[in-house]
Every structure is written in structure tokens, then in C-alpha cells.
């Protein structure tokens, strides 16, 4: 079988083994069973991505926001963590080809009547995770109009204090939103509100691997094998498997 290279130029490595980063907080695409199993879509999506390239995947946890410096420091050899490509983190790592899409969306009561407009969430509390592309919008588009964006570590700590009336509303991926909170009891009298939101310059055009600059052996790998799991109908099999109707696949 053929090896993942650690970096450009970079020896065979010696038990074909691609090390993924990733935050284990985020349900559907990343979680743990309670018996404290690695579970969820892009858990699976990394697998397949393994067996396409002849590898064998491991995992290495950090949080979120240490996601590109523990990649950076070699900590492992690439991001799979739902992590939105986008101008800004170019200039600080690279990418492989987009894998899926998943729109951004406002969580909050049902019939609180807020919308996703600055105009609506003016005085406000929305919770966002800390280093998302979420985070990067409200912050540009919301807070300096009077909206109070609450950053946070855990997406569940979110959704904790939205249920406990400390937060108003969150900015989240729609699957992740969809499974992870509003479609548990304590996401009851709680729903998606308004269109999803649009700035691609923020919110990137997709979801890919993130891959330390100057990989160029290990991402044309990758790419080889992200090809091969969207041809086969991988990705969209695993849609249907984690959020039903949400065909996230692309092109």
C-alpha cells in the first residue's frame, strides 16, 4: 500500500497511517458514543476518504480554535473537523478539494419572531463556536449593530443556555443545528428562523480537509480519494444516513 507523506518531500511514512484533527463536540459530523466511540458523519467520511487512499485513519482531539496551530506544530497531518474553507484560513494553511456543502442558519424559539438580520437581533445575546465561520459573520455583520455575540467552546454549551434563556439564538451549520439540538427533547419549542445566511467571502463554499501549506504529495492524495468517495455516492449515502433530506454532496 502506498504511504501518507507528513510533508512535501518527506520519507514514506511506515504504517501508512493519515492522523486527523479533530473537535469531538460537534454532532452529527463529530462525537462520542457513551462508551466514548469516535461516531458521526465526517468520522465515517474520513474512514471511506482512508480506504480510498489505502490508508488507515487515526484521530487526535483538540478544540476547535487549536485546530490549525496543533496542524501547524505536527500534531497531526490534516483537519477533519466540518471546518469551512475560506480566504482567511489560506493564508494560514491549505485545503483539499470541497467535500460538501452546509449552509449557515439562526436557531432560536420558535416564536420569538427573530430573523438573521442585524436589525432583528439588535441588544440580543447569540451564541456562536469560537473559531468558526459563524463566529467570523457575526462578528463582521451583526455585532458592531448592537448585536452581543457570545463566543463559546462547545456548541452544547450553546445550546444549554439557550434552553436556560442565557442566549437568544445561535448561528449554526443547519445539520449540525438539525440533530444535534432541534431535533432532541431539550431543541422542543425551538427552530430554524429565516433563510440561511450569505457571505461566501466569510462563510467559504464548503467544507474540505485542512492541510498544512506546502503538502502537495499529501493533498493530490487526498483529493485522489475525496474524487473516488463522491463518484461512488459515498458522500451522499452518509447524507441520508446522518441528516435525511440534506444532501450536502458536491460536484
Known amino acids: 500500500m502506498l504511504s501518507c507523506l507528513a510533508s512535501a518531500g518527506a520519507a514514506l511514512a511506515a504504517d501508512n497511517t493519515l492522523r486527523f ?7 452529527p459530523f463529530e462525537y462520542k458514543s457513551p462508551a466514548g466511540q469516535l461516531e458521526g458523519f465526517d468520522i465515517d467520511l474520513g474512514n471511506a476518504v482512508c480506504v480510498a487512499a489505502q490508508l488507515e485513519c487515526k484521530w487526535v482531539e483538540t478544540s476547535f480554535d487549536g485546530l490549525i496551530p496543533a496542524l501547524q506544530a505536527r500534531k497531526f497531518d490534516a483537519i477533519n473537523s466540518a471546518m469551512n474553507v475560506t480566504e482567511k484560513r489560506r493564508q494560514s494553511i491549505d485545503f483539499t478539494d ?39 459573520y457575526a462578528k463582521a455583520h451583526w455585532a458592531p449593530k448592537g448585536v452581543d455575540v457570545v463566543s463559546y467552546q462547545d456548541q452544547d454549551q450553546i445550546y444549554l443556555d439557550m434552553t436556560s434563556g442565557r442566549l437568544d439564538a445561535t448561528l449554526v451549520m443547519s445539520a449540525a443545528g438539525q440533530t444535534g439540538f432541534l431535533s432532541r427533547p431539550d431543541g422542543k419549542g425551538f427552530a430554524f428562523v429565516g433563510d440561511a445566511v450569505d457571505d461566501e467571502s466569510i462563510l467559504g463554499a464548503g467544507i474540505a480537509f485542512g492541510l ?21 455516492g459515498t ?9 435525511g433530506d440534506i444532501d450536502m454532496s458536491v460536484k
Open 21 to 27: 484533527g479533530l473537535e469531538a463536540l460537534y454532532p
Open 98 to 136: 470541497i467535500v460538501y456543502h452546509v449552509p449557515s442558519k439562526l436557531i432560536a424559539k420558535a416564536d420569538s419572531g427573530l430573523l438573521p438580520t442585524a436589525e432583528s437581533l439588535r441588544g440580543k445575546r447569540v451564541g456562536v463556536l469560537q473559531a468558526s465561520v459563524q463566529e467570523n
Open 212 to 232: 498544512r501549506k506546502g503538502d502537495d504529495a499529501l493533498k493530490q492524495k487526498l483529493n485522489t480519494a475525496i474524487a473516488k468517495v463522491k463518484a461512488d
Open 235 to 243: 458522500v451522499t449515502t452518509l447524507s441520508k444516513k446522518y441528516f
